[in-house]
């Protein structure tokens, strides 16, 4: 089966717009998960939707927003975009919420800001 | 949430087993060990995960002692291939810093 999809692919963006990166999940999966990945900083986690609700939030501002529709696919917006928003944005699928259930990552959003 | 600590790097020889041990002391009862691999330019990938003693995959074995405070990543006869960032998640959702596992040939 298709595993989990992520749109675009590489994205350059000015200081001061706003950007919208889309996740498809693997079939059947219900829980997104969206991650910040930058040399400095490693993985971050941003936040967890399942059941188009927001389950869980990483420490960053409230620029950074997602939501997830009722098909499982999931949005995240950066608005006002900084320059430390450059980095690379996966997005991670699973079938459930559980601890014990694997998670499958998408190849990421490359957003650069200049 | 656990917080983890795992050596930031590890080299290691073609052929060779490589053992990767995460600290994560205040782990909370009903978290389970994750083991995620990395490449350059590509979302993480699912290696292996437990609860306590012992599990066995064929790519990898996790170690979790009895106080599962740390938990051991053993990769039997490595290659060049299986260099890449090794990552332990005590809670599904937070990644630390990895270890870059650099394999020789």
């Known amino acids: 089966k298709a595993g989990v999809t992520q749109t675009p692919r590489y994205l350059i963006k000015t200081r001061g717009q706003q950007v919208t990166l889309s996740c498809s999940p693997i079939?059947?999966?219900?829980?997104v998960s969206w991650y910040q990945q930058t040399p400095g900083q490693g993985l971050q986690f941003l936040f967890e939707?399942?059941?188009?609700?927001?389950?869980n939030k990483g420490n960053f501002p409230g620029r950074f927003s997602g939501r997830q529709f009722s098909n499982s696919r999931s949005e995240m917006n950066v608005s006002t975009l900084e320059l430390g928003d450059s980095a690379l944005y996966l997005c991670?699928?699973?079938?459930?919420?559980?601890?014990?259930?694997?998670?499958?990552f998408g190849q990421g959003t490359r957003l650069t800001v200049v | 949430l656990a917080k983890t600590t795992q050596p930031i790097s590890m080299d290691s020889y073609e052929g060779q087993e490589v053992n990767i041990t995460c600290s994560h002391n205040?782990?909370?009862?009903?978290?389970?060990i994750t083991w995620y691999q990395q490449f350059p330019s590509q979302g993480p990938r699912f290696i292996i995960q437990?609860?306590?003693t012992k599990v066995t995959n064929e790519v990898a074995s996790l170690f979790i002692p009895a106080d599962r405070k740390s938990s051991t990543l053993s990769l039997p006869r490595v290659s060049l291939s299986d260099t890449a960032v090794y990552y332990c998640?005590?809670?599904?959702?937070?990644f630390g810093q990895g270890t870059t596992l650099q394999v020789k040939p």
């Open positions: 079939s059947g999966h219900r829980s």
């Open positions: 205040n782990i909370a009862t009903n978290d389970y």
């Open positions: 991670a699928s699973s079938f459930n919420r559980g601890q014990f259930t694997e998670a499958f």
């Open positions: 437990g609860y306590k």
């Open positions: 998640l005590p809670n599904k959702l937070i």
């Open positions: 939707y399942f059941s188009e609700t927001q389950r």
